[in-house]
């Protein structure tokens, strides 16, 4: 077995402090990121490779026996209770960082209480629309929200460890990747400052562009949520970015992991998270994670959960990662082609080192 100890998740959520009901869990299990989703009827999204990995992992870890109804978990969940359920989880993940973004809306953890939860480290990412907004509501005037803006981002990057994006691939970034200019800044701030007086998210094109931007020359790896979009579309982004000292993580490639992994060898600042991608396609993690290594290098890889909410998600997520990435590395060592010691070297790029060099953790 090649050992992937005191894993890095270099990209995750909180964790819900409040008790579930089977409906409501199930929901989280959902393939896509929409907290709302809901099964078919006569349905449940514990019929997924995700639920069928919680059920696999997770009972074990709270006295049950792998495999155990969903109905029967959810009681012994509630037994429990939400604490001591998130403490026997996360520790026994085997996560020893996380890096955790704190933009998502709802009771979740954040980083210090998810440190001492799972007796981990934790570091904070900051969501540069969501910084945004908050800038906008404090800010009287368009000159003063664009200075306010690059003020935050700076200070921001003091203590955060790394910047994400959710909308900037969205806004229009594969089409101009270049920075806008001063005056189409000012323009857009001023149309979009005048619809968030009615609560209008950053949906303006021009202004994510320079949000992104000014990330960029705040020195603090960014990343960038690809969802459904092919990330080759970003290489205008990479080819721009490129010699300016601010990596590029792309984050929720699935399906267009392969794309993803080519960026990544195309550009030395360019990085591809395998995170949900791995966990979310449970028993065939394996297939999908020697998809990566055929074509990424082996120190443009990195771990994470992606989880949200529930504290299974990282259980999950570390240990089909554990499971598919020893089963890769194991088979070819067995066939001679790699050496055991290269294998244990490529696993702990992957399930660590390669995220303790990108966002400088020591």
Same mark, same amino acid.
């Given at each position: ?42 349905t449940t999204f514990f019929d997924t490779q995700t639920g069928f990995a919680v059920r696999r992992?997770?009972? !074990?870890?709270?006295?049950? %026996? ?5 109905? =029967?978990? @959810? &009681? *012994? #969940?509630?037994?429990? /209770?939400? $604490? ?94 270049? !920075?806008?200019?001063?005056? %189409? ?5 001023? =149309?979009? @400052? &005048? *619809? #968030?007086?009615?609560? /209008?998210? $950053? ?27 092919d990330p080759g579309t970003l290489a205008g982004f990479a080819e721009a970015t490129g010699g ?9 490639e699935y399906p267009h992991h392969r794309q993803a992994a080519r960026l990544a060898a195309h ?96």
């Amino acid at each position: 077995m090649i050992a992937t100890e005191n894993l890095v998740d270099q990209y995750c959520h909180g964790v819900l402090r409040t008790e579930l009901g089977l409906g409501t869990f199930e929901t989280r299990l959902a393939p896509t990121a929409a907290a709302a989703a809901l099964p078919a009827a006569g349905t449940t999204f514990f019929d997924t490779q995700t639920g069928f990995a919680v059920r696999r992992w997770c009972p !074990p870890l709270l006295g049950l %026996e792998p495999h155990c109804p969903p109905a =029967r978990y @959810l &009681a *012994r #969940r509630r037994e429990l /209770g939400v $604490l001591e359920t998130g403490r026997r989880l996360l520790r026994a993940s085997g996560i020893a960082t996380y890096l955790v973004d704190t933009g998502l809306p709802g009771d979740l953890t954040g980083p210090a209480e998810l440190a001492a939860t799972g007796g981990a480290a934790a570091h904070e990412i900051v969501r540069l629309e969501l910084l945004a907004q908050h800038v906008a509501d404090t800010s009287g005037t368009v000159d003063a929200f664009l200075g306010n803006l690059t003020e935050a981002v700076l200070g921001a990057a003091e203590c955060a460890v790394a910047f994400t994006s959710v909308a900037g691939v969205r806004g229009g970034l594969a089409a101009v990747p270049e !920075p806008p200019a001063p005056g %189409e800044v000012r323009g857009a701030a001023g =149309r979009w @400052l &005048a *619809r #968030r007086a009615a609560g /209008g998210a $950053l949906d303006d094109p021009v202004l994510l562009r320079h949000l992104l931007w000014v990330a960029v020359g705040a020195g603090r790896p960014l990343q960038l949520h690809v969802g459904d979009r092919d990330p080759g579309t970003l290489a205008g982004f990479a080819e721009a970015t490129g010699g300016l000292g601010a990596e590029l993580v792309l984050l929720h490639e699935y399906p267009h992991h392969r794309q993803a992994a080519r960026l990544a060898a195309h550009f030395p600042h360019v990085y591809a998270d395998l995170g949900p991608v791995v966990a979310r396609t449970g028993a065939r993690a394996a297939a999908v994670l020697a998809e990566f290594l055929e074509l990424a290098p082996f120190g443009k890889l990195l771990f994470s959960s992606g989880a949200s909410g529930l504290p299974e998600l990282h259980v999950v997520a570390a240990s089909v990662f554990r499971g598919a990435l020893g089963r890769v590395l194991g088979e070819w060592v067995a066939d001679g082609a790699w050496s055991r010691t290269d294998a244990e070297r490529v696993a702990g790029l992957i399930a660590a080192g390669n995220a303790r060099r990108v966002y400088r953790l020591g």
